[in-house]
């Protein structure tokens, strides 16, 4: 009976070392599947990445995973799909999106956060990734973090290293006068300082308006949906100085997403878009040898200054009603620090979740500009927010370019 009872004490000790945060097999593991749907395509970078990864957990873990690979038309299928009671264990989208979209299904992941895996080493996991971001979490979720970043992403002016050297430009612009002049330099060598696409207009507005007016004025016109103040007459002038010097592409005035990024972009014939950190990714096929760099938009007035960014992410949710949020945890781990967020970051060529992983070459001096942004802006500074404040912009903005508005007029229309 002894032996029985001492045999009984080491099968007792050795299930519960396999239930720890090892990251290795857990008891029951193997019956375990998790459904995971993902905004990513198969064929996209991030879905063969993740895809990879998810087998590798599961020969790691014994832990399966579903991936239901949706694109961006999870955006319409996964609401339905919650509300019916489908299975649904983990999903991603946008860090807002899955917050205030999805945030009735999200399960607080803050005691998770705070304890250590197997690719966090003795950390626990909160140490070790992106605080920023993490922090923006909490707050999105009221004081609760219910969604975990990844794949960080900023809004910042991408440029080409190699057209800015041939230019003679000494370093990237930080107001508005050393952008013209470096807009002049490049207009010297044949190349035309910057576009937009029909999808950025709003958002190259927006941003504009933060640099003239401050975020707070800027948000207040869209809510208030008053377009009078001077600043937008600012921007008017800006704009058509720019382009009677060829500054600016009156292509943009028709480009319709992604022709600025490819035709103009990727071809070397404009040095600058006022874009994100994804844009190496997305043109990476057009121009896999461009030597990528990045800067802030310049200050322009009395409004905020180059600390003032918009930066954000994809996340991932757990859903409350799983059966499985250990093993879903796990797994967004599994992704977001060490050789799957290593990965992620280098096959995307994006920014990577783990403090301990490395950023592509391309983003380089975007980490510059992360690590500098003391103020976190909206997307378009609220520009997009209303369809049609969106739509009077990108009417009046392609006018402005084309020369059918002069700085008076435009300030006019937006006005109306």
Avoid: H
């Avoid at 579903?66 to 339905?80: E, V």
Wanted: proline letters at 4%; aromatic letters at 10%.
């Amino acid at each position: 009976m002894k032996k029985l009872l001492v045999l009984a004490t080491i099968l007792a000790a050795a299930a519960l070392a396999l239930t720890g945060c090892s990251g290795k097999k857990t008891a029951g593991s193997s019956e375990v599947t998790l459904v995971y749907w993902s905004m990513w395509n198969e064929a996209e970078p991030q879905g063969q990445v993740i895809a990879q990864a998810a087998e590798a957990f599961t020969k790691d873990t014994g832990i399966k995973v579903d991936i239901n690979f949706n694109g961006r038309d999870i955006r319409k299928t996964l609401q339905p799909a919650l509300d019916a009671g489908e299975a649904i264990d983990l999903f991603d989208e946008d860090i807002e999106r899955v917050a205030n979209t999805w945030g009735n299904y999200l399960l607080p992941l803050d005691e998770y956060i705070s304890k250590s895996y197997s690719t966090t080493g003795d950390k626990p996991y909160g140490d070790g990734i992106n605080k920023t971001l993490l922090d923006l979490a909490r707050q999105l979720g009221g004081g609760q973090v219910k969604n975990i970043p990844y794949q960080p992403s900023a809004f910042v002016t991408m440029y080409n290293k190699e057209l800015f050297e041939k230019a003679g430009i000494p370093s990237v612009p930080k107001t508005g006068e050393e952008l013209l002049a470096a807009c002049a330099k490049l207009a010297a060598i044949g190349v035309t300082g910057l576009t937009v696409d029909d999808a950025y207009m709003a958002a190259f507005f927006g941003y504009n308006m933060d640099r003239l007016a401050g975020s707070d004025a800027t948000l207040a016109m869209v809510k208030n949906n008053d377009f009078t103040g001077p600043q937008v007459f600012a921007f008017g002038q800006l704009m058509e100085m720019m382009v009677q010097n060829g500054f600016f592409s009156k292509k943009a005035a028709s480009n319709i997403y992604p022709a600025g990024q490819v035709e103009e972009i990727a071809t070397g014939k404009v040095a600058m878009y006022l874009n994100g950190t994804w844009l190496p990714n997305e043109i990476k096929g057009n121009a896999p040898n461009m030597r990528w760099g990045a800067f802030a938009w310049p200050a322009l007035g009395s409004g905020d200054g180059i600390e003032a960014n918009n930066f954000g992410s994809q996340s991932f949710g757990i859903n409350k009603n799983t059966k499985y949020p250990e093993e879903a945890f796990r797994f967004i781990v599994w992704l977001t620090t060490g050789e799957w967020d290593a990965a992620l970051a280098r096959e995307s060529i994006g920014i990577p979740m783990g403090n301990d992983s490395a950023w592509p070459d391309a983003l380089a001096e975007a980490k510059v500009v992360v690590d500098s942004t003391t103020k976190r802006l909206p997307w378009a500074v609220g520009m997009e927010d209303s369809p049609d404040i969106n739509a009077k912009i990108k009417e009046n903005l392609a006018k402005l370019i084309m020369g059918d508005l002069n700085a008076e007029q435009f300030a006019a229309a937006m006005a109306r």
